[in-house]
């Protein structure tokens, strides 16, 4: 079952066209990443999704109400959509609780509103915290308190808008995976829009590719890495070497030598391609050995569990991206041998 729907959706800010003919399902109770460079629409799809802003055309959809048709909009706050933006925007004058509990109904009773956002806080993980004024608070904390009052209404969906960007590297990681946690025990539809394709491939279910105001690609993580339907959707999910070369009787042919297609695809037509090899897939050797080709590292980034080097082979002079365990010391200017190891893709 989907929670929300777009069809057809379009959006121009005076000539300019910004979405057009967008379709877009997310299902019940999961997690989807609209990944996109800055200026693909993220933000005005998002806007849209809020009430923010109306559509032009098309149908959105939100459980079983259509909220706006390109004629008429449900406002925003009938909408049943909690937002989390980028900076949290808590009101600085008011303490956690009163934050948190913005947006419950005063129908409710104090008392009823009262156990609401303590349980909301302990589910954050900020139980004892509800008297501090934001300005109290880590940047993570705050985050948490925004997701709380996202949640208080009960909402069919949750957007999030780069919620993590303002932070640290170590706490983006770590409360990305916290607020997905959270999302998950609460079986929350949410969306979750952000630039950072580490963050889309580590919390999201499904991500939708953004791509000049249109959806490119929809898959799990895991398929859109493995087989991305095209280049550039290949770019926007990892690292990735391309390599100039031919398809020949179904195997491709480039300066690092016979290579596997991708089982499962059309068999490309022989002749000219550029082939999609994943750092991971080149295997690199301290001596020549049956399949490899020679080549001088240029450049090593070490990351602790693993390394990443940029090696040139020696016969083509191709400059090629090779993953390996953080326990293997290349060092620059060092002979090498790489190998392809699994399958390509041919484009």
């Excluded at 806007?47 to 925003?76: C, F, K, Q, W, Y």
Aim: proline share 4%.
């Amino acid at each position: 079952m989907s929670v929300l729907e777009l069809s057809g959706v379009a959006k121009r800010y005076g000539a300019a066209p910004v979405l057009h003919d967008l379709d877009f399902v997310v299902p019940d109770a999961t997690i989807t990443a609209v990944l996109g460079s800055s200026g693909s629409g993220k933000t005005t799809l998002l806007r849209l999704l809020a009430g923010l802003e109306r559509a032009d055309a098309g149908t959105i959809r939100i459980g079983s109400r259509v909220v706006d048709d390109g004629r008429r909009a449900v406002p925003a706050s009938q909408r049943k959509v909690g937002y989390v933006p980028q900076d949290g925007a808590l009101f600085p004058h008011l303490r956690v609780a009163a934050n948190v509990g913005f947006g419950l109904t005063r129908r409710e009773s104090a008392k009823l509103n009262q156990q609401r956002i303590a349980e909301l806080l302990e589910l954050v993980g900020l139980s004892g915290l509800d008297a501090r004024f934001p300005h109290q608070l880590s940047g993570g904390q705050q985050q948490r308190v925004a997701l709380a009052r996202a949640l208080a209404t009960d909402p069919e969906i949750v957007l999030l808008d780069e919620p993590f960007s303002s932070l640290d590297a170590s706490l983006r990681q770590s409360l990305g995976q916290d607020i997905a946690r959270i999302l998950g025990e609460t079986r929350t539809t949410a969306v979750l829009v952000t630039h950072d394709q580490d963050e889309a491939m580590s919390l999201a279910d499904h991500i939708a590719v953004l791509r000049d105001g249109q959806i490119v690609a929809y898959a799990s993580p895991r398929e859109l890495y493995l087989d991305p339907p095209d280049m550039t959707t290949a770019a926007a999910i990892g690292q990735l070497n391309v390599m100039a070369g031919r398809v020949s009787r179904g195997r491709g042919h480039c300066a690092l030598g016979a290579v596997k297609l991708r089982a499962g695809e059309a068999r490309p037509p022989d002749g000219p391609c550029q082939l999609v090899i994943r750092p991971e897939q080149l295997a690199v050797h301290l001596e020549a050995s049956k399949g490899s080709v020679a080549a001088t590292v240029e450049e090593v980034t070490f990351y602790g569990h693993d390394a990443v080097a940029r090696v040139t082979l020696r016969e083509s002079s191709d400059s090629v991206l090779v993953r390996v365990g953080g326990e293997l010391l290349l060092r620059v200017g060092q002979d090498v041998w790489v190998a392809v190891t699994g399958a390509a893709h041919a484009y």
